[in-house]
């Protein structure tokens, strides 16, 4: 005999997205290294680039580690960019010129590749039916089988 109801899918839900929450929030933000070459490293360029790299971090599950390098070559303005969490890694290239646009571009590019990943892992993570389900789709589509 019970002690305790048994409790539904939604309490379950509830308690499952309440955990993740307690644990999204303990785990350590991501962390961005600037490396400028050729360049005078500017306050406002490193904070633009934080900002607008924290909202890829979204897309990994894990707390990640983001380096970004930037290279002024002459006229040409030269963006690199990997993200790193746990085995998985992303890397993207862009040269345009101007700084603020490559890191615009660098932050489209790795937020595709990065949410292109995660659809492909949602996609593989499909169950396998049990034996009791292939028979009976069997029986289902065979009226006569027995």
Request: aromatic share 4%; charged share 35%; net charge positive.
């Amino acid at each position: 005999m019970r002690k305790e109801p048994s409790r539904g899918k939604r309490t379950r839900r509830l308690a499952r997205k309440t955990r993740r929450a307690q644990r999204l929030a303990g785990a350590p933000p991501a962390t961005l290294t600037v490396t400028f070459r050729h360049v005078e490293p500017s306050p406002a360029l490193h904070e633009y680039a934080q900002r607008k790299l924290a909202a890829v971090a979204k897309f990994v599950p894990r707390p990640c580690e983001m380096h970004l390098i930037l290279t002024v070559d002459k006229y040409r303005q030269h963006g690199e960019v990997t993200v790193k969490s746990g085995r998985f890694a992303v890397t993207a290239q862009e040269e345009t010129r101007d700084l603020y646009s490559v890191i615009d571009l660098l932050v489209d590019k790795v937020g595709r590749q990065l949410r292109r990943s995660r659809e492909k892992i949602a996609a593989r993570k499909t169950r396998a039916q049990s034996t009791g389900e292939v028979l009976a789709a069997v029986e289902e589509s065979e009226p006569g089988f027995k």
